[in-house]
């Protein structure tokens, strides 16, 4: 049963991630065609630190996701974590790395609660974390009532280091895509994607279905946290209200990166292409000289094209060989079996 | 019930009565625990208790307040509570109701009939809806991140026809029927529209084929569609009405504050999802009523009342907002577990 869900999910997974890749480097590509200034490290570089705060929340939405759940406490975990960097930071300039520290904690424990409250009293993903998303950002609100403060050139250099001209947040964000990557051939990850696909099943094999999910959620706030680290780290300042664009974009970066929304299916990998797809988009627009407002329209149709993408696959590998698929069905049952 | 008062056998375990047999207690307690009936109950509770924040409360302006300003969330509830029924979500609802306020008061100042712009800016939200309804029962799309896109699209095309052009001003009969300062046999015309549109709403969700038919869809869509229920038609009118909602809570918005900007609907959306699930719905659909939903969105707005003349925070409100849904959310659960115990 794992042996063929494992060996099933390696089959899967490729396909979703070229495709994420594939719209990531068309858009990229035509940027770079058309846009002479993005031509140098130092715009890549601007790039990848813009991206860092989606790239960064959209591991944990689409592990979330992966599970069959539901995650929206992105944006009180992004924001609180942005709030907490700005008013901390200037008020113990010296403290850089232990309020770090302690915001990963902050993104832990909300994570664990959002967690526990789900899988242990049963409740709903979507209303429970819309709850602490509510309670995170009236607690933003209490630390800081408008949108500003400084935060100290020493915290967000730590964030926006470079090395040679590489900005070493993409070092950061290409360890994180690793962790993952290893973390879904763990024991970890193939009870995620179980719990996805069939929780039920997951159950009966003895899979350890509620720690992984409280971990699912718990993984997810610490990202959460991180992102919002490297808001604080891009804007320089503290809004109360940051985390709210997230709620929206996050969810568009993953239905980019072609991560199924009804769990199961999916890589946080290519979540991370779709977020870049996502922050691209306007930059591709900027350059072909379209006005700034139809930014969402575009947006909105292409999360629309990729939705669809799936779908016109299917359709044309039904088209072509109905019979194959019956085989390969058999197949994978006789697999089932063999392993049983 | 204290233990004291159950009879108890030999070895002085309590003899509990018989499940099957319905007693009156018993059919009280479980009246009681129904979502709907403690929401409906928090909410009276609401008047007494806001004594606390101003001597001045509880009166009938309260109440009256309450319900004026209420109008808007029970409208949008609606249109989203039907939505979650089926186990979607309209995220769509900012963008509706902003086309629905803008429409009306661009309409209306190019000279069109009041009635006329209304009756065409109800017709665009119903379009709106009805391509979510197309794109969530055709193409089979995660309702949420179809309605996140097609609000995202009518956002931009919004922005983008009306160049940024400064608030539309709203046409004087419909700010006179909505600013609360008319009143039609001693009650605010705002209060008329809140009974009308809630009882309309009430006999669309809870007495009609399509109502029906959409908490099926809700519990399930396969049993459905074995069952004989055109799925993918419900799912088509469901999303239309919620469009129409949408649309109709932007008129009355455009209507109250005289005017109306594109975003004059940003901050309905959380609150529309917030009133359905403390009135007692499932967020997975199939379960859930409209008079939940009407509490809900009244026990919100009283609180929102209090906690302003309270002088409380904005950080505060959102803190207690939070708990409340979390607190809803367990006592629907526990209401639940103990109904299941019950039966």
Known sequence: MTISTISARRRRIPGDLVTAVVIFVVIYSL????????RNLYSFSNF???LMPLAVAVIGTSTVLITGGFDLSVAGTLGLSNVLATVLTSAYPDMGVPITIGILGMGLVVGLLNGVLIVLLGLQAIAVTLASYICMTGVALILLSAPGGSVPIEFTSMFKLSIGGFPAALGALIVLCLLWAYLSRTRFGVTLFSIGSDRQAAVISGMPVRATEVGAYAFAGVMYAIAGLFLTAVTASGDPNAGF??????FAAVALGMVSFRGGKGSAVAAVFG??????????LFGLQIQDFWSGAILGITILLALSL????RVAKRRRRPAVAAVTDTRSRKDLADVE | MSNNTLPTDQTGSTILPDPRQETVPRRIGAFFAQPVVIVWMIFVLMFPLSRIVSPNFPSLGQLESTLILGLFLVVVAFGQGFVILTGGFDLSVPQTVALGAFLTGYLANTGWPVLGAIAAATIGCAVMGLINGLLVAHAKFPPFIVTLATGSILGSVLLGVSRGTPAQPSPAALSSLFSGKESFLGVPTPI???????LIAYLIQMRSTIGRRTYAVGNSEIASRVAGVPVSSTLIIVYTFAGISSGLAGIMLLGYSSGADLNIGASWLLPSITAVVVGGSAIRGGAGSYVGTIGGALLLTVL???????GASEGVKQILYGVIILIALIAARLGKDTGAART
Do not use: N, Q
């Open chain 2, 192 to 198: 008329w529209a809140l009974v009308i549109f809630a």
């Open chain 1, 245 to 250: 664009p997230f709620l929206l974009t996050s």
């Open chain 1, 31 to 38: 940027i770079l065609a058309i846009a002479p200034f993005e």
């Open chain 2, 304 to 310: 929102s009342i209090d906690l302003s003349a309270a």
């Open chain 1, 275 to 284: 977020a870049g797809s996502l922050i691209a988009l306007p930059k591709l």
């Open chain 1, 310 to 313: 799936p779908l016109l696959s």
């Open chain 1, 48 to 50: 990848v630190l813009l």
